[in-house]
């Protein structure tokens, strides 16, 4: 693992006359879930999105464990999101997917790799179609190998959940726990409370931006 | 700077990968610059003087209006499914997604001008077969600069709801020294010029060549960090 714990110190982000987070403090350890709750436009989407790097906080510090305050491909290469949206590409098949992204990661031997991300996602024959004819099932297990292809040291979850089936629910609460038993650092957002009860290590409470508990 | 190589090649492979297996960029884009090509050549058909003056122009129009939306197309693939997340995040140095992509869109900007120009010569009757080498390396220092600021642009229409509007109002006002400088250029070189007299047009068509890739390299990364 890259780093074991993820701080963050006084994180503020404006957008425009937007304030979608004010001064939130929080820590998210390895090997837990930590459950960010919240109604909507509370700054959840917003923090995650710092923790990955995809947006930069108006004030304040991200701190990656030994690495510290960076913004660099190292870190990145070091998280994984995984949100609604497959974050992969239509025409392409679930394996030319996984290939690329083995390569975007600079993976050692990226065919071995993707043969067990396609074996453990159960990636079967439609595995071979462009992703746009899959099934929802089935594109979030592609999602899934896509996100985790990389055994992420931080792994950001954005409502996951949305559009599963009871199937699909099951298969991303397993995955999400043996993740947390490799010692990954996971932040899940979830509106299901069955989902938050069942993950939940330790949850951040945020209400306009701010941590209330 | 080898991983900036390696992140080219890899997201350049991809462009080509999915335009081969779609041709989706090719065929509307192609189509479109031809569409604009025949129906100028009929609006403005006179005598063969005046065509032989008018195709510069018509050449110029329907390659940078198939680059506009060859450009859009090949970002639009990036908002779907929200492709454009996932790449962001992985450790690639995000100018190599930059470059990946103008390297992608730049071919398939080639493609259709290699089509357009034969197109044009016929249509417009103009003998291009002393000149083609010189008009043919005209539009392809121009166009290589035109992607290079459109590719820039058309990644700021992933995070921006005017998209397409808003490539062609910035694109368009942006590009004009070196869509100037090519047409310019290109109807020297079909009027007769001897080619030593036309180098000039050339240099300023390579800085404008020089100044895109730069911007691009310099702005890609903190215009997708919102």
Same mark, same amino acid.
Request: zero cysteines.
């Given at each position: 693992?890259?780093?074991?714990?993820?701080?963050?110190?006084?994180?503020?982000?404006?957008?425009?006359?937007?304030?979608?987070?004010?001064?939130?403090?929080?820590?998210?350890?390895?090997?837990?879930?930590?459950?960010?709750?919240?109604?909507?436009?509370?700054?959840?989407?917003?923090?995650?999105?710092?923790?990955?790097?995809?947006?930069?906080?108006?004030?304040?510090?991200?701190?990656?464990?030994?690495?510290?305050?960076?913004?660099?491909?190292?870190?990145?290469?070091?998280?994984?999101?995984?949100?609604?949206?497959?974050?992969?590409?239509?025409?392409?098949?679930?394996?030319?997917?996984?290939?690329?992204?083995?390569?975007?990661?600079?993976?050692?031997?990226?065919?071995?790799?993707?043969?067990?991300?396609?074996?453990?996602?159960?990636?079967?024959?439609?595995?071979?179609?462009?992703?746009?004819?899959?099934?929802?099932?089935?594109?979030?297990?592609?999602?899934?190998?896509?996100?985790?292809?990389?055994?992420?040291?931080?792994?950001?979850?954005?409502?996951?959940?949305?559009?599963?089936?009871?199937?699909?629910?099951?298969?991303?609460?397993?995955?999400?726990?043996?993740?947390?038993?490799?010692?990954?650092?996971?932040?899940?957002?979830?509106?299901?409370?069955?989902?938050?009860?069942?993950?939940?290590?330790?949850?951040?409470?945020?209400?306009?931006?701010?941590?209330?508990? | 700077?080898?991983?900036?190589?390696?992140?080219?090649?890899?997201?350049?492979?991809?462009?080509?990968?999915?335009?081969?297996?779609?041709?989706?960029?090719?065929?509307?884009?192609?189509?479109?610059?031809?569409?604009?090509?025949?129906?100028?050549?009929?609006?403005?058909?006179?005598?063969?003087?005046?065509? &032989?003056? @008018?195709?510069?122009? *018509?050449?110029?129009?329907?390659? +940078?209006?198939? !680059?506009? %939306? $060859?450009?859009?197309? /090949?970002?639009?693939?990036?908002?779907?499914?929200?492709?454009?997340?996932?790449?962001?995040?992985?450790?690639?140095?995000?100018?190599?997604?930059?470059?990946?992509?103008?390297?992608?869109?730049?071919?398939?900007?080639?493609?259709?001008?290699?089509?357009?120009?034969?197109?044009?010569?016929?249509?417009?009757?103009?003998?291009?077969?002393?000149?083609?080498?010189?008009?043919?390396?005209?539009?392809?220092?121009?166009?290589?600069?035109?992607?290079?600021?459109?590719?820039?642009?058309?990644?700021?229409?992933?995070?921006?709801?005017? &998209?397409? @509007?808003?490539?062609? *109002?910035?694109?368009?006002?942006? +590009?004009?020294? !070196?869509? %100037? $400088?090519?047409?310019? /250029?290109?109807?020297?070189?079909?009027?007769?010029?001897?080619?030593?007299e036309t180098v000039a047009w050339l240099r300023i068509l390579l800085a404008f060549d020089l100044v895109g890739i730069v911007a691009g390299l310099v702005l890609f990364e903190p215009l997708m960090s919102e």
């Amino acid at each position: 693992m890259e780093f074991d714990r993820v701080e963050v110190k006084g994180l503020v982000k404006v957008y425009g006359a937007t304030r979608a987070l004010i001064g939130v403090d929080a820590t998210f350890d390895a090997g837990a879930v930590t459950v960010i709750e919240g109604p909507n436009g509370s700054g959840k989407s917003t923090l995650l999105n710092i923790l990955g790097q995809l947006v930069r906080p108006t004030r304040g510090e991200v701190r990656y464990g030994e690495l510290g305050v960076v913004n660099k491909g190292a870190v990145r290469g070091a998280i994984g999101i995984l949100a609604h949206a497959a974050m992969v590409y239509p025409d392409l098949s679930a394996r030319e997917n996984l290939a690329l992204y083995a390569r975007l990661y600079g993976l050692r031997d990226p065919a071995a790799v993707l043969e067990r991300s396609i074996a453990r996602f159960e990636i079967g024959r439609w595995g071979e179609r462009p992703s746009r004819t899959y099934s929802r099932g089935q594109l979030q297990r592609l999602a899934l190998a896509r996100a985790l292809i990389h055994e992420p040291t931080l792994l950001l979850l954005d409502e996951p959940s949305t559009g599963l089936d009871v199937k699909g629910v099951r298969r991303l609460v397993e995955t999400v726990a043996a993740e947390r038993e490799r010692g990954a650092i996971v932040a899940l957002i979830t509106h299901d409370p069955k989902l938050a009860d069942e993950l939940a290590d330790t949850t951040v409470k945020l209400k306009r931006g701010k941590v209330v508990s | 700077m080898k991983e900036l190589l390696r992140g080219t090649w890899v997201i350049a492979a991809k462009e080509l990968k999915i335009e081969l297996r779609t041709k989706e960029i090719l065929v509307t884009a192609g189509l479109f610059g031809l569409l604009v090509t025949v129906l100028t050549s009929l609006a403005f058909f006179l005598d063969d003087d005046t065509s &032989r003056r @008018l195709a510069p122009g *018509v050449l110029w129009v329907g390659a +940078s209006f198939a !680059g506009v %939306l $060859a450009m859009g197309r /090949a970002w639009a693939r990036e908002r779907e499914a929200d492709a454009i997340r996932g790449l962001l995040l992985t450790p690639i140095p995000r100018a190599s997604i930059y470059l990946g992509k103008m390297i992608g869109t730049w071919v398939f900007v080639m493609l259709i001008d290699m089509v357009l120009l034969p197109v044009v010569a016929i249509l417009f009757r103009v003998d291009m077969s002393a000149e083609l080498g010189t008009v043919a390396l005209i539009l392809v220092l121009g166009m290589t600069g035109y992607v290079a600021l459109g590719t820039l642009f058309a990644a700021m229409s992933v995070r921006t709801r005017a &998209r397409d @509007l808003m490539i062609s *109002v910035v694109l368009f006002p942006l +590009s004009s020294p !070196g869509l %100037l $400088a090519g047409v310019v /250029a290109t109807r020297e070189v079909l009027g007769g010029t001897p080619f030593d007299e036309t180098v000039a047009w050339l240099r300023i068509l390579l800085a404008f060549d020089l100044v895109g890739i730069v911007a691009g390299l310099v702005l890609f990364e903190p215009l997708m960090s919102e």
